[in-house]
T-cell receptor, first 115, second 115 residues
């Protein structure tokens, strides 16, 4: 158990809909990262938040957005869903401070199926 | 469980033998590298990391080697056990401004341990 929690475990929804994925980082970790894992694209970095602020952005679609709240939990919002958004979505957290990166610990993931 | 990827390179190894998994990375600005293990239906699990100012690091039964000249990373697993069967990913980190960083993952290698 990494200490990172994600809800829900599974989500099935229709095209065009909007969903929210939730992540609670390990106790004390200020950085939260979101990743998408699909069969054809592998693990792709989406976005990073550090203590409530966006710090790095990857291949995140404009239909997707995220935020980190004062209690450090994070939410990833996916809207206007398409079939191709079906994937595993992982959250990771780390105790990165300053400019020194540290290991990221991954949650169990949310499996999103868009029908 | 589900497959992480359908066309991953596979390393078959006899139980008790040593395993070597190789990874080529792309960005000469990468400052930190991590190896992850992912079992079916689970999130990536941290194995070992190495910073760019080192060329070797050892953990329990695992060793990571870094060759910055040819941008190559390897993971050695000693006395491979059935529980080591999983998909292994290397990841390279690029740091941005304070506390901003991005992990880019390799495509993964499936390790199958034969009893």
């Amino acid at each position: 158990d990494s200490g990172v929690t994600q809800t829900p475990k599974h989500l099935i929804t229709a095209t065009g809909q909007r969903v929210t994925l939730r992540c609670s980082p390990r106790s004390g970790d200020l950085s939260v990262y979101w990743y998408q894992q699909s069969l054809d694209q592998g693990l792709q970095f989406l976005i990073q938040y550090y203590n409530g602020e966006e710090r790095a952005k990857g291949n995140i679609l404009e239909r997707f957005s995220a935020q980190q709240f004062p209690d450090l939990h994070s939410e990833l919002n996916l809207s206007s869903l398409e079939l191709g958004d079906s994937a595993l979505y992982f959250c990771a957290s780390s105790g990165t401070t300053g400019s020194v990166p540290n290991e990221q610990y991954f949650g169990p993931g949310t499996r999103l199926t868009v029908t | 469980g589900e497959s992480v990827g359908l066309h991953l390179p596979t390393l078959s190894v006899q139980e008790g033998d040593n395993s070597i998994i190789n990874c080529a990375y792309s960005n000469s600005a990468s400052d930190y590298f991590i190896w992850y293990k992912q079992e079916s239906g689970k999130g990536p699990q941290f194995i070992i990391d190495i910073r760019s100012n080192m060329d070797k690091r050892q953990g329990q039964r695992v060793t990571v080697l870094l060759n910055k000249t040819v941008k190559h990373l390897s993971l050695q697993i000693a006395a491979t056990q059935p529980g080591d069967s999983a998909v292994y990913f290397c990841a390279e980190n690029v740091s941005f401004k304070a506390a901003g960083n991005k992990l880019t993952f390799g495509g993964g290698t499936r390790v199958l341990v034969k009893p």
